[in-house]
């Protein structure tokens, strides 16, 4: 059926008002979210099919705006069914963009990085309205259209070749990942096959023996050690077991990088690290020392102590060891809640496959120190491969032998 072009202008025309008005709602909804927003730096056209209108998003700006028809650094090009979606916070744009679902032009990286948070309040301003809005709490995202390598301009994490072995032990053999902006990604892999090495060489911890980690597109080997630690002040780390102080409690572990690395004064160092004891639940423990701490709790202090500087990346390794299957529910579902929260690439080291499956946008698959599979989660736990199918059923026989 042909719509009548009258009729498509009208419809396009109130797609655009439709979907400024949604972000402008969406902006009026928290402070801190406008503050977190800019952080992107950027400005982004949302540019609807047909007659070629332009909702303009400044996020490049102390207060955030919406304009119509400006131009802006990054353009993304949107349809009717995407734009409707996208003001109702159910298009996940970062995986959409990296299965080239919706195209983008210009520095989207910095986009994707806020946008899980802008999609969480223009989801909540939907909800508001009483919208007909589904259950899922992580939009489904496009099915992936583009095989092969993903465009490096929207890699937040990338290592090339990566290599390391220890005396004869070779870990890291040639290790290829690529961890798009804006979305959850998982590592998955059994235990012993490199994955804390190469969180220790992303996060500049261990150099490489060959090889390359670039974040957002600049190599760690060509910067200044000032540099490499500027950097580590913008990715958070949740190590295995929480790697907490533990003659301090668990309000001064989780403000310590807030006292060491910024200037703020006790008053608001006590607002910001409540706010995030409160997310984790964790609140009424603020005074206990660790070792009063259960195995869960730990984890959790430990992904307040990660979150807390408002890192563009987070790491976490292993969040889910030690604990029963129904805390590593809970636990997942903290991490995609707070990954909804905050926006930002985050990173969860694993050797859980229902862990991946609950919360993964993207997934590679690590064996013995190489990337043996990756891409969008549905695309990863659909695959055909042999490996990746003996990996995911968890089986002994295949050809992943114990000894290949
Ligand atoms: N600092 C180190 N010195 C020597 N060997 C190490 C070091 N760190 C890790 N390894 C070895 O590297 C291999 C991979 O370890 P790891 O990355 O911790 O695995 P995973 O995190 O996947 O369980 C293991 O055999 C481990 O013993
Ligand atoms: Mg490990």
């Not at 102390?62 to 993304?76: I, K, R």
């Not at 309040?121 to 259950?135: F, I, K, M, S, Y």
Request: hydrophobic residues 45%; contains cysteine; aromatic residues 2%.
């Amino acid at each position: 059926m042909t719509v009548p072009v009258d009729e498509r202008m009208r419809r396009e025309v109130a797609g655009a008002d439709r979907l400024a008005g949604a972000l402008e709602a969406a902006l009026r909804t928290d402070e801190g979210l406008r503050a977190r927003l800019c952080h992107a730096r950027t400005s982004v056209a949302f540019r609807l099919a047909g007659d070629g209108r332009a909702v303009t998003l400044l996020l490049d700006r102390d207060e955030p705006a919406v304009v119509l028809d400006e131009p802006a650094e990054v353009t993304v090009q949107l349809d009717g069914a995407a734009a409707e979606r996208l003001a109702e916070g159910r298009l996940a744009l970062p995986a959409a963009v990296v299965s080239g679902a919706v195209r983008a032009e210009g520095p989207a990286l910095r986009l994707l990085e806020v946008e899980p948070m802008l999609r969480t309040a223009l989801r909540a301003v939907a909800e508001e309205r009483g919208a007909p809005v589904t259950q899922e709490t992580r939009p489904a995202p496009p099915p992936a259209t583009a095989a092969g390598p993903l465009d490096p301009s929207l890699l937040a994490i990338e290592t090339r070749d990566l290599r390391k072995a220890f005396g004869p032990t070779t870990v890291l053999s040639g290790l290829d990942l690529q961890v798009p902006a804006g979305v959850v990604s998982v590592v998955l892999g059994p235990s012993g096959t490199g994955k804390s090495v190469l969180l220790q060489h992303v996060i500049g911890l261990m150099r490489p023996d060959g090889g390359e980690v670039l974040i957002r597109g600049r190599a760690l080997s060509r910067m200044s050690r000032a540099e490499v630690l500027d950097l580590r002040s913008e990715i958070g780390v949740m190590f295995q077991d929480g790697a907490l102080f533990s003659a301090m409690d668990v309000y001064d572990n989780v403000a310590f990088p807030l006292r060491q690395h910024t200037d703020l004064d006790e008053d608001e160092v006590r607002q910001v690290v409540e706010r995030h004891l409160a997310d984790v639940g964790l609140l009424g423990a603020a005074h206990r020392m660790p070792n009063q701490l259960s195995g869960g709790m730990r984890k959790r202090a430990g992904l307040a102590r990660a979150l807390v500087m408002d890192p563009g990346i987070v790491l976490c390794d292993e969040p889910d060891s030690g604990l029963d299957p129904v805390r590593t529910a809970l636990l997942g579902d903290l991490l995609a809640d707070q990954h909804a929260q905050y926006g930002g690439t985050m990173v969860v080291v694993t050797h859980d496959v229902a862990l991946a499956r609950r919360i993964a946008d993207h997934v590679s698959i690590v064996w013995r120190g190489q990337v043996l599979e990756s891409g969008l989660a549905d695309a990863v736990f659909a695959s055909e491969t042999p490996f990746v199918r003996q990996f995911l059923s968890g089986t002994a026989r295949g050809p992943l032998g114990m000894d290949a």
